[in-house]
T-cell receptor
């Protein structure tokens, strides 16, 4: 089946640093979503992107829908300890309503 | 505002036992989904439903069954539990437009021993 490549798999960063992660696909997607999952909880939606080239912010988080429609990027500025968690991307292939999920980026922030 | 509620939160089963994972949502969403999440992996779709009385298989449906008798509820049934079904199970729902984001429950952590 279709797969998303999400990178990096994990990141250890110092508090205050900026973070970048991305997802790529071999297929064109109509929608990109970014979720955060904390231990013992379900994924929580951070940002939704619906058009190629779209750039959307949610506080210190900014995500972009790649112009080729095959990738998406998430940036976190000035990281803080509560940013710790697993960040997942999800893409919606054209002609379906079943999202494909990436394998996640585990973020750890060192104070 | 409850959103998507899953019960139980944890369960240990013996091989061959059966159980039902419950999922209910109070957002009047027609679309509902069941996923499993294995360590280090993304979410794999087990079954989904686009409305009461309508269900369909996802990517990994073997060993599971679902029903959708009401808009609110979407239970997942394991008939003969196997160790390979040890996982964290998430239920999600979304509104009618197919590209709308999915809202997740907190998951059920299931161990088959």
């Amino acid at each position: 089946g279709q797969q998303l490549n999400q990178s990096p798999q994990s990141m250890f960063i110092q508090e205050g640093e900026d973070v970048s992660m991305n997802c790529t696909s071999s297929s064109i997607f109509n929608t990109w979503l970014w979720y955060k999952q904390e231990p013992g909880e379900g994924p929580v939606l951070l940002i939704a992107l619906y058009k190629a080239g779209e750039l959307t912010s949610n506080g210190r988080l900014t995500a972009q829908f790649g112009i080729t429609r095959k990738d998406s990027f998430l940036n976190i500025s000035a990281s803080i300890p509560s940013d710790v968690g697993i960040y997942f991307c999800a893409g919606l292939p054209s002609g379906t309503y079943k999202y494909i999920f990436g394998t996640g980026t585990r973020l750890k922030v060192l104070a | 505002n409850a959103g998507v509620t899953q019960t139980p939160k944890f369960r240990i089963l013996k091989i061959g036992q059966s159980m039902t994972l419950q999922c209910t949502q109070d957002m009047n969403h027609n679309y509902m989904y069941w996923y499993r999440q294995d360590p280090g992996m993304g979410l794999k779709l087990i079954y989904y439903s686009v409305g009461a009385g309508i269900t369909d298989k996802g990517e990994v449906p073997n060993g599971y069954n679902v029903s959708r008798s009401t808009t609110e509820d979407f239970p997942l049934r394991l008939e003969l539990a196997a160790p390979s079904q040890t996982s964290v199970y998430f239920c999600a729902s979304s509104s009618d437009r197919g590209n709308q984001p999915q809202h997740f429950g907190d998951g059920t952590r299931l161990s088959i021993l």
